[in-house]
């Protein structure tokens, strides 16, 4: 699990790296408003995530999520459950 936390985490992280250059994983900790990540922005990142790790997710709920960490345990389960 700690290896698809990790992946995940990656996968993140350079997304947002496009956008803000010093993205690192400490972001992960912080809330989609710090980040200024709109729904626009969360279904980019689910769609890239389910992309890369292939599962399919519930858009309506990585869509209520306050914080990218919320969005990594998500994704990690998703990919331990299949």
Known sequence: MLETAT??????????????PDADTDSLQKSMAELDLDSLDIVELTQTLEVELEVEADLEKTSSFDYLRELVDYFTDLVGAK
């Open 7 to 20: 992946r995940v985490s990656e996968i993140i992280v350079a997304k947002l790296r496009v956008r803000t």
